[in-house]
């Protein structure tokens, strides 16, 4: 007689295997699912008197949104016009307002595609180093209702960072 058992080992080892199947068989998948989050970082520009506005959204969300509201024809963002007009979009759905409740008018700088984000640039002009701060952000809470805007303000080696939703009011930042 040999010294193992060799039908109990194969019993063992099957009824690991079944075992390990059987649990694997029964893993619930995950799918990841990318979030609605768009961010805008805002600085001041010393040197120009001007407070800089950099806006990072995802081109799909953008696309989406704007053909949605038939302001695009074609699902494109890589085309100048289409930029321009998700620049002129953001100035309506993003505003910033000074100490004494004023809006600081944004001009639009230009847009830039980076991967699957586009950047959207702009500069306000203000008189002096800004006293106070609040800030407006709707960037596509009209499409999306779980969007979520990140704006992160760094104004006189201050930061702060503020998180709007759908219907959010104007926060004041400082």
């Given at each position: 007689?040999?010294?193992y058992d060799y039908a109990m080992i194969s019993?063992?080892?099957?009824?690991?295997?079944?075992?390990?199947?059987?649990?694997?068989?029964?893993?619930?998948?995950?799918?990841?699912?990318?979030?609605?989050?768009?961010?805008?970082?805002?600085?001041?520009?010393?040197?120009?008197?001007?407070?800089?506005?950099?806006?990072?959204?995802?081109?799909?969300?953008?696309?989406?949104?704007?053909?949605?509201?038939?302001?695009?024809?074609?699902?494109?963002?890589?085309?100048?016009?289409?930029?321009?007009?998700?620049?002129?979009?953001?100035?309506?759905?993003?505003?910033?307002?000074?100490?004494?409740?004023?809006?600081?008018?944004?001009?639009?700088?230009?847009?830039?595609?980076?991967?699957?984000?586009?950047?959207?640039?702009?500069?306000?002009?203000?008189?002096?180093?800004?006293?106070?701060?609040?800030?407006?952000?709707?960037?596509?809470?009209?499409?999306?209702?779980?969007?979520?805007?990140?704006?992160?303000?760094?104004?006189?080696?201050?930061?702060?960072?503020?998180?709007?939703?759908?219907?959010?009011?104007?926060?004041?930042?400082?």
């Amino acid at each position: 007689m040999p010294p193992y058992d060799y039908a109990m080992i194969s019993r063992r080892l099957f009824t690991r295997f079944a075992l390990a199947a059987a649990a694997l068989s029964t893993a619930v998948p995950a799918y990841a699912h990318r979030q609605k989050i768009s961010y805008t970082d805002i600085e001041w520009l010393a040197d120009s008197s001007e407070i800089g506005v950099t806006h990072r959204i995802h081109m799909h969300d953008a696309v989406k949104a704007l053909v949605k509201q038939g302001k695009l024809d074609s699902p494109t963002l890589t085309d100048l016009r289409s930029q321009a007009i998700l620049a002129l979009h953001l100035k309506t759905q993003f505003a910033l307002y000074g100490q004494d409740e004023k809006r600081i008018g944004l001009d639009v700088l230009g847009a830039e595609i980076q991967g699957s984000d586009i950047f959207i640039f702009m500069t306000g002009k203000v008189d002096g180093t800004p006293k106070g701060l609040s800030i407006f952000c709707e960037i596509l809470h009209a499409t999306y209702a779980s969007q979520r805007n990140h704006v992160t303000v760094n104004l006189q080696g201050e930061i702060h960072t503020v998180t709007f939703q759908a219907k959010d009011p104007v926060k004041t930042v400082f």
